[in-house]
């Protein structure tokens, strides 16, 4: 049965940074593509970043461009978001799931694991 779970949220002060780790079992990960995705409060879910199932190829929605950066493991089944210089406006919950995912955009397969707490305050 696949399982997704997220790890890493927390409260971190504007400027700060945090690394998100979702761990995968139960399915052959390395054989999708991964991604990340977030939801603020009264806002839709968000697909930031993706990574192709090789690594190769990355994505990253342009309000976050330059200060994320998503990376692999597939050997331990991790894939991680290293979140820089965050602001406010990167308040929600972060989730990992599978995605469809180019070099230009990505879209959600729709499995996701619970989600982790980023909120970003002074």
């Known amino acids: 049965q696949l399982h997704l779970a997220e790890s890493g949220g927390g409260l971190v002060q504007p400027g700060g940074s945090l690394r998100l780790s979702c761990e995968t079992s139960?399915?052959?990960?390395?054989?999708?593509?991964m991604g990340w995705f977030r939801q603020a409060p009264g806002k839709e879910r968000e697909g930031i970043s993706c990574?192709?199932?090789?690594?190769?190829?990355?994505y990253y929605r342009d309000s976050v461009k330059g200060r994320f950066t998503i990376s692999r493991d597939n050997a331990k089944n991790v894939v991680d978001l290293q979140m820089n210089s965050l602001k406010p406006d990167d308040t929600a919950v972060y989730y990992c799931?599978?995605?469809?995912?180019?070099?230009?955009?990505?879209?959600?397969?729709?499995?996701w694991g619970q989600g982790t707490q980023v909120t970003v305050s002074s």
């Open positions: 799931g599978t995605a469809g995912c180019s070099g230009t955009e990505m879209v959600a397969l729709g499995s």
């Open positions: 139960g399915f052959r990960s390395d054989y999708y593509a």
């Open positions: 990574i192709t199932a090789s690594g190769a190829t990355t």
